[in-house]
């Protein structure tokens, strides 16, 4: 696998590349390409996390790609695992 194949998202259902991940933690969603030009109708960069739908036809899997640039994502998941013991704390303090 050549680098820029690392650099895509796939459908965690049928494996069909989706979305560009871009370094600072973006993506990049490109789809389209005219005939005569080579030009791409369609490019979204995308700053978030986002719920995307697989574009293969026969799939149709729903995949989410959350927005943490990688040298951030230990950090997510440790404000993550806080936030859902918080979570789990106050629901067992409930009356």
């Known amino acids: 696998m050549d680098n820029s194949n690392k650099r895509f998202m796939y ?16 993506f990049r969603f490109m789809f389209g390409k005219d005939k005569d030009t080579k030009k791409v109708p369609v490019d979204i960069i995308i700053y978030g996390s986002l ?3 697989c574009i293969k036809g026969t799939c149709g899997h729903y995949n989410v790609f959350h927005f943490f640039p990688p040298q951030f994502k230990s950090m997510a998941d440790e404000c993550l695992q806080s936030y ?7 629901t067992e303090n409930t009356p």
Do not use: F, T
Request: proline share 4%; glycine share 8%; net charge positive.
């Open 11 to 26: 459908c965690e259902k049928c494996g069909k590349r989706l979305i560009e991940r871009l370094p600072n933690g973006m």
């Open 51 to 53: 719920k995307m739908k």
């Open 84 to 90: 859902d013991a918080n979570v789990q704390s106050d």
